[in-house]
Nanobody
């Protein structure tokens, strides 16, 4: 079981930027998909962005053009660059990995967008 650790969350003003990182405890080279979900208080956990082993990225409509996902297989890390943040982006962001039919989750990092 891989251990995923998110970092980079925090408090930011509307229009600001944050970069989230997800560090894996072992190689992500073979991971089929890695990405991010988020969960706001009282809401379901929704997919934000994902990136395949072939580096094909997918985004939720609500973040297209503002968020960029990337993966660095050499560093076993997945990143989520978040620009033009809005209050509705406030949530706990969770990293995930799909490999060999199994999904693993990180513990989450809080992102709060507020003035």
């Amino acid at each position: 079981q891989v251990h995923l650790v998110e970092s980079g969350g925090g408090l930011v003003q509307p229009g600001g930027s944050l970069r989230l990182s997800c560090a894996a405890s072992r190689s992500i080279f073979s991971a089929d998909v890695m990405g991010w979900y988020r969960q706001a208080p009282g809401k379901e956990r929704d997919m934000v962005a994902s990136i395949s082993r072939g580096e094909i990225a997918n985004y939720a409509d609500s973040v297209k053009g503002r968020f960029t996902i990337s993966r660095n297989n050499n560093q076993n890390t997945v990143y989520l660059q978040m620009n033009s943040l809005k209050p509705e982006d406030t949530a706990v962001y969770y990293c995930f990995q799909n490999i060999w039919g199994n999904r693993s989750w990180g513990q989450g990092t809080q992102v709060t967008v507020s003035s």
